[in-house]
């Protein structure tokens, strides 16, 4: 089943190996590993499999890794873990809100990109638990920034999968499994042997989070990364070029744009003056192209992207892309056109 | 001259002023009201594309002035 809907969404469609396997998984991974019986031994047979292969791909322990059956939580478990009395957190005004959310409650320090959209880490101390997002998922800006000699890192890699490794004075970690188009609703958070960490959530026993987090789901999310990354290494190259296409076209073709600095090559965000993003959002994907978007009209909370506002760039008018590994030069030849097209019309519409 | 945007929401604002300030001589001001919170970062990055400049001023008011056509 192949969809016929060029997708700039950040969501991926589930790998391939993974669909085409997941009825399979889910016949053999039904029981309980964590049990004695017959087919509970195989399920931990399957899930140890899984554990290694992330191991592998991500360099890590395969007994630092704990699956979440809700990514999210991992920023909570990652960050309020490290803290405790006389700590401060120190985070960025490029951190996700749920970064924001955490140090609403703790002694914390909100440090401001530049308009590269990098961090200064120069000003840490040894007591410090610090936020280091590997790469920002609106934009693609990669930090080039490692905080040295701090008292714990928590690292963000929700946005930048397997394609950026872990420093090595990591504490906690935490990845999304649909960053390697695995299926949705699987984190992977890693703590470190060396972490100083104390689980915050309630527990009477060693476990991390109350679980159970799906095996299949796990099972079929390991296959994804195992396939992806092969992809990974003979598609980098086309997904570069696209992007600097993508830029290309929008700055000369496409007057009062305003593009981020860029990074990971699988990420673009664009901004353009005078233009409603809702009925640009809306309007595309009448036209058969589905794009994300940080502008408040098209946001829940109606405020504009806080990544945006602190790199000083447009929130008005903006559609965020991202370049997926079955994404062709046709599609995104055809795309432009026609979002030139539509950022006239909205244009005209005014 | 005042521009009255209070509560008019994202891009509208920054449409009105430049309707206004279409027809002005270089160097003309004026003051917008606007309290969508997109217009501070919005205002910023409109002034720095555009070349002119705009300055958040009291609440849900901004200093305009017309540096280019």
Same mark, same amino acid.
């Given at each position: 089943?192949?969809?016929?809907?060029?997708?700039?969404? !950040?969501?991926?469609?589930?790998?391939?190996?993974?669909?085409?396997?997941?009825?399979?998984?889910?016949?053999?991974?039904?029981?309980?590993?964590?049990?004695?019986?017959?087919?509970?031994?195989?399920? @931990?047979?399957?899930?140890?499999?899984?554990?290694?292969?992330?191991?592998?791909?991500?360099?890590?322990?395969?007994?630092?890794?704990?699956?979440?059956?809700?990514?999210?939580?991992?920023?909570?478990?990652?960050?309020?873990?490290?803290?405790?009395?006389?700590?401060?957190?120190?985070?960025?005004? #490029?951190?996700?809100?749920?970064?924001?959310?955490?140090?609403?409650?703790?002694?914390?320090?909100?440090?401001?990109?530049?308009?590269?959209?990098?961090?200064?880490?120069?000003?840490?101390? !040894?007591?410090?638990? $610090?936020?280091?997002?590997?790469?920002?998922?609106?934009?693609?800006?990669?930090?080039?920034?490692?905080?040295? &000699? $701090?008292?714990?890192?928590? #690292?963000?890699?929700?946005?930048?999968?397997?394609?950026?490794?872990?420093?090595?004075?990591?504490?906690?970690?935490?990845?999304?499994?649909?960053?390697?188009?695995?299926?949705?609703?699987?984190?992977?958070?890693?703590?470190?042997?060396?972490?100083?960490?104390? &689980?915050?959530?309630?527990?009477?026993?060693?476990?991390?989070?109350?679980?159970?987090?799906?095996?299949?789901?796990?099972?079929?999310?390991?296959?994804?990364?195992?396939?992806? $990354?092969?992809?990974?290494?003979?598609?980098?190259?086309?997904?570069?070029?696209?992007?600097?296409?993508?830029?290309?076209?929008? !700055?000369? &073709?496409?007057?009062?744009?305003?593009?981020?600095?860029?990074?990971?090559?699988?990420?673009?965000?664009?901004?353009?003056?005078?233009? &409603?993003?809702?009925?640009?959002?809306?309007?595309?994907? *009448?036209?058969?192209?589905?794009? *994300?978007?940080?502008?408040?009209?098209? @946001?829940?909370?109606?405020?504009?992207?806080? #990544?945006?506002?602190?790199?000083?760039?447009?929130?008005?008018?903006?559609?965020?892309?991202?370049?997926?590994?079955?994404?062709?030069?046709?599609?995104?030849?055809?795309?432009?056109?026609?979002?030139?097209?539509?950022?006239?019309?909205?244009?005209?519409?005014? | 001259?005042? #521009?009255? %945007?209070?509560?008019?929401? %994202?891009?509208?604002?920054?449409?009105?002023?430049?309707?206004?300030?279409?027809?002005?001589?270089?160097?003309?001001?004026?003051?917008?009201?606007?309290?969508?919170?997109?217009?501070?970062?919005?205002?910023?990055?409109?002034?720095?594309?555009?070349?002119?400049?705009?300055?958040?001023?009291?609440?849900?008011?901004?200093?305009?002035?017309?540096?280019? *056509?």
């Amino acid at each position: 089943m192949v969809s016929i809907t060029p997708n700039f969404q !950040s969501e991926p469609r589930l790998h391939e190996a993974a669909r085409i396997a997941l009825p399979h998984i889910f016949e053999a991974a039904w029981p309980d590993s964590s049990k004695l019986g017959i087919d509970s031994k195989s399920a @931990a047979l399957l899930l140890n499999e899984a554990r290694e292969t992330f191991a592998s791909h991500l360099g890590i322990r395969s007994d630092e890794i704990n699956f979440l059956g809700e990514p999210n939580l991992g920023f909570h478990l990652g960050l309020s873990g490290l803290i405790s009395a006389g700590k401060r957190m120190v985070y960025s005004n #490029v951190d996700r809100m749920e970064v924001f959310a955490i140090a609403e409650n703790q002694p914390s320090e909100m440090l401001s990109v530049s308009k590269g959209g990098q961090i200064d880490f120069s000003g840490l101390t !040894s007591s410090d638990v $610090v936020s280091l997002q590997l790469c920002n998922r609106e934009t693609g800006i990669i930090q080039a920034g490692r905080p040295e &000699n $701090v008292n714990g890192l928590f #690292v963000d890699a929700t946005a930048s999968g397997t394609r950026i490794g872990l420093p090595e004075n990591w504490s906690t970690a935490l990845w999304d499994s649909t960053s390697w188009a695995g299926p949705s609703g699987i984190g992977i958070f890693a703590l470190s042997k060396k972490a100083n960490w104390k &689980n915050p959530l309630p527990h009477l026993d060693g476990r991390i989070n109350p679980g159970p987090t799906s095996l299949p789901l796990i099972v079929a999310s390991a296959l994804a990364i195992d396939s992806w $990354v092969a992809d990974e290494k003979n598609l980098a190259a086309k997904i570069s070029t696209i992007n600097g296409d993508i830029r290309n076209y929008i !700055s000369s &073709n496409i007057p009062d744009s305003d593009i981020a600095p860029g990074g990971a090559d699988h990420l673009i965000s664009a901004s353009f003056l005078y233009v &409603n993003a809702e009925q640009l959002v809306t309007a595309l994907a *009448d036209k058969g192209y589905s794009v *994300d978007s940080g502008s408040a009209c098209s @946001a829940a909370n109606m405020q504009p992207s806080h #990544v945006l506002a602190a790199l000083g760039l447009l929130t008005q008018g903006n559609i965020r892309l991202t370049i997926h590994h079955a994404t062709t030069f046709d599609d995104v030849k055809a795309f432009l056109e026609i979002l030139s097209q539509t950022v006239t019309e909205c244009r005209g519409a005014k | 001259m005042i #521009v009255d %945007c209070l509560g008019k929401r %994202c891009p509208l604002p920054i449409i009105e002023l430049a309707k206004a300030l279409a027809d002005k001589p270089i160097g003309f001001s004026l003051t917008l009201l606007s309290d969508d919170p997109a217009s501070a970062p919005d205002l910023i990055a409109w002034a720095r594309m555009t070349g002119n400049a705009a300055e958040a001023g009291e609440l849900n008011t901004f200093q305009i002035t017309k540096l280019t *056509d």
